[in-house]
């Protein structure tokens, strides 16, 4: 079996948990409903 799997499901909850770590990392909800870079812009130097 791969270290990780390539199942759509497996990838969209691993997908989920690391908003939520960014969610909490950073106290802000609009993670949510920005672009996916836009944590990198907001937070990131």
Known sequence: ?????????????????AMLKDIWRYKDLRILYKHPDWVMEKYRQ
């Open 1 to 17: 079996m791969p270290e990780k799997p390539l199942n759509p499901f497996y990838i969209q909850l691993y997908e989920m948990v």
